[in-house]
């Protein structure tokens, strides 16, 4: 755009930033530039001259200030060369100092942030690298993470550093940006705890795939990239069979000598990784009393912490579900009553408040979340068993009632999956259910889907490899021990490997791609265990036995920020 043109002036909003200005000082600029003879100076970008006001630029600016002071202009009287710029960076650089505004796109934002730190303008420095952060993807995380080194912005660099580690098993197999790591990079990343990896194999196999992109320029490099994986905690017939085999270790007498070593220490000295994301068990029953704590799970460590905080109102047979960084448990039974309210907590400053109560009183409540909504289904209020459906908007703090269930339904599990909520078995106060039904939020309506092959009240369900999984619970008689699937695009249920132990009123969640159930009871016996379901295996394993009984609900939070005052 020409540098005397005129630009309208109104609030914008970009990705989530946003800043209003007055028509009057849009129009007073306008105005002011317009007017060639009010300007005492002129900025030249290339070809392109901007005439400015020197005072306008001088408080915003301390760039400019020198600039001016040192009266560095030209012969040609207060004209000043700006090198290195594009006449539209110089624009919005401008239009900033004027206005207190600037239109920020996924083009222009990198090109900004440069220059408003050449120019120290922190406003815009600012508002470019939340910008920034927010469009960090596989294909440009490595040159954000490098213009970061190179330009003041620590909060950016370590928002591109923590995707980078959150996301490194993707970045291997999907970036081709990954093979553009330079080795000492590529070492920064491997050696830190929070390095997001299911099986510490997964950091060998990684290093083995960028050494075989450029092998005569990197194989020497294994010497310095070995020592950093943690060698100890991977099965030692893989370290054997793998690593002591492979062509870049079994050559070389330092990677051998690594490798000797970490093979005599135990596990247990070893640091793990840190996990990603955390399970969260609350309240449920401990015995015959409900417990009033906090129970994290840190599957990297395979160990229940201890429990973080009091809950405000301990309950059983409540929902819990995790959103836009609160942990919410719903409704549930207090000992003596059934329960509208909704509990909030804050994982970061462990903090509890109350949000709006549900419009209906819901023990033994169904509860998800789908498009940055919770969902609460049925449930029981004391005297009947409910079909009611209520959603529950955080920015407005609301419940608002939706279109109700085909069926009655208490104790059943409920999962979000392509869009749709699905919901499966439970009972309808007399019966155990073997029905299901699916919610579509364009059409605003429930509809039945094909029944499950067994009644199911007190089941688990959770979606998983783009299946709904249908996991033990009470059939009427016993609890069952059979899990079956349903394939939203077959339509039909099968049949999936048993669990290890049959139980009902259980916590469910996915976690480093496999499926965990915690705790829970079979009829009235107490299931001290957790077990997790690996579709890779298709089998499930036990866990700790270190949980409390009869957990009731749990949810997982990813991306913590204070993650290490929740792990082992």
């Not at 915003?60 to 040192?70: D, G, I, Q, V």
């Not at 370290?239 to 051998?256: G, P, R, S, T």
């Not at 407005?396 to 104790?411: G, P, V, Y």
């Amino acid at each position: 755009m020409a540098p005397n043109a005129k630009r309208s002036c109104s609030r914008w909003m970009s990705h989530g930033f946003h800043t209003e200005v007055s028509s009057m000082a849009c129009n007073a600029y306008n105005e002011l530039t317009l007017m060639g003879k009010q300007c005492d100076a002129i900025i030249r970008v290339q070809s392109t001259d901007f005439h400015v006001h020197k005072t306008v630029l001088d408080l915003c600016s301390p760039y400019f200030r020198a600039l001016f002071k040192n009266d560095l202009g030209s012969a040609d009287r207060n004209v000043y060369n700006i090198p290195g710029v594009h006449p539209q960076t110089m624009w919005s650089i401008i239009e900033y100092a004027y206005t207190n505004s600037a239109e920020i796109t996924p083009e222009n934002a990198m090109d900004l942030f440069i220059a408003a730190d050449q120019f120290n303008i922190m406003g815009i420095v600012n508002l470019s690298s939340k910008f920034i952060a927010h469009q960090i993807d596989h294909e440009n995380f490595l040159d954000i993470w490098r213009v970061t080194s190179h330009y003041l912005c620590p909060d950016l660099r370590q928002k591109t550093f923590t995707f980078i580690l959150h996301h490194f098993q993707e970045l291997v197999k999907t970036s081709e940006k990954f093979f553009e790591l330079t080795l000492e990079e590529l070492r920064e990343l491997i050696k830190e705890d929070e390095l997001n990896v299911t099986e510490e194999s997964a950091v060998f196999e990684a290093i083995v795939r960028w050494i075989n992109f450029a092998p005569a320029e990197r194989k020497e490099s294994m010497r310095i990239l070995l020592p950093q994986i943690r060698l100890a905690l991977i099965n030692k017939g893989y370290v054997l069979n793998n690593i002591m085999a492979n062509e870049y270790v079994k050559d070389n007498e330092d990677c051998k000598a690594i490798v000797n070593t970490a093979l005599t220490l135990k596990p247990n000295m070893v640091r793990p990784r840190l996990p990603y994301a955390i399970l969260f068990a609350l309240c449920g029953y401990n015995g015959s009393e409900i417990a009033n704590n906090i129970r994290p799970y840190d599957t990297r460590a395979n160990r229940w912490t201890r429990a973080t905080s009091a809950v405000r109102k301990p309950t059983a047979h409540h929902g819990t579900a995790y959103l836009n960084g609160y942990i919410y448990l719903i409704g549930g039974f207090d000992g003596s009553d059934y329960l509208r309210n909704v509990q909030c907590f804050d994982p970061v400053k462990k903090t509890w408040h109350e949000a709006a109560s549900m419009k209906y009183k819901r023990g033994h409540v169904c509860v998800t979340v789908l498009d940055n909504y919770i969902y609460a289904m049925g449930g029981f209020d004391g005297q009947q068993t409910l079909h009611t459906v209520e959603r529950y908007d955080p920015d407005a703090n609301r419940w608002t009632l939706i279109s109700s269930m085909q069926e009655k339904r208490k104790d059943a599990g409920a999962t979000t999956l392509n869009g749709k909520i699905y919901i499966c078995g439970g009972s309808n106060g007399q019966d155990c259910l073997s029905s299901a039904e699916v919610y579509n939020p364009e059409s605003r309506q429930w509809s039945y889907i094909s029944p499950m092959k067994s009644r199911r009240s007190g089941v688990g369900v959770t979606a998983y490899r783009g299946k709904v999984f249908a996991i033990s619970g009470y059939d009427g008689h016993n609890c069952v021990c059979t899990v079956e699937t349903y394939s939203p695009l077959t339509k039909t249920w099968c049949r999936a490997p048993n669990i290890l132990k049959r139980r009902r009123n259980f916590g469910t969640a996915v976690i480093d791609d496999r499926l965990y159930v915690v705790g829970g009871r079979n009829n009235f016996i107490p299931i001290f265990t957790n077990e997790y379901y690996d579709e890779k295996t298709k089998a499930w394993r036990a866990q700790t036995n270190e949980i409390s009984p009869s957990v009731q609900s749990c949810c997982v939070v990813p991306g913590l920020q204070n993650i290490k005052e929740y792990i082992s």
